[in-house]
């Protein structure tokens, strides 16, 4: 592994997505169940709220990042992210997100350039590059 920045570790115990899910210095410390949609209990987190949060945060601060780049001010931007689970095959289920960006004051244009190479700054983009379906969109504030 190369010079890592930050380095964070988790545990998960149980059953996986019905179970415990927490990191060793307890910042994280969660019950895991899985959503009414996929029979579970829905009384606990599961896998994908916790992507989505990280994702949308990461993908916030690449969007500051680019922002800061282009000499621009975003002031009350936010990021939504929405993470689904699609079957890929009969017996195969992959991950797909939906970013949503919303800069108010910022014209269109100027707001798809921003979340375009914020898109390619982005750490959890370029790690799932390739790999699942990834849309992102401007939408008004």
């Known amino acids: 592994m190369s010079d890592a920045l930050y380095t964070v570790e988790a545990l998960s115990t149980g059953g996986g997505r019905d179970g415990h899910v927490a990191t060793a210095d307890k910042a994280v410390d969660l019950n895991m169940a899985p959503p009414k949609e996929l029979g579970g209990s829905g009384e606990g987190n599961n ?9 949308a945060a990461c993908f916030h601060s690449a969007l500051q990042s680019a922002a800061r780049q282009k000499k621009v001010k975003i002031d009350g931007s936010s990021v939504g992210a929405r ?3 699609v079957r890929s095959g009969e017996e195969s289920i992959d991950l797909a997100v939906q970013l949503e960006v919303i800069i108010p004051g910022l014209e269109t244009e100027q ?31």
């Open 111 to 141: 707001a798809d350039e921003l979340a375009k190479l914020a898109h390619e700054m982005c750490p959890y983009s370029r790690a799932v590059e390739g790999n699942i379906e990834v849309s992102v969109s401007v939408g008004e504030d």
């Open 47 to 55: 896998p994908e709220q916790l992507f989505a949060a990280g994702y």
């Open 83 to 85: 993470i689904s689970l």
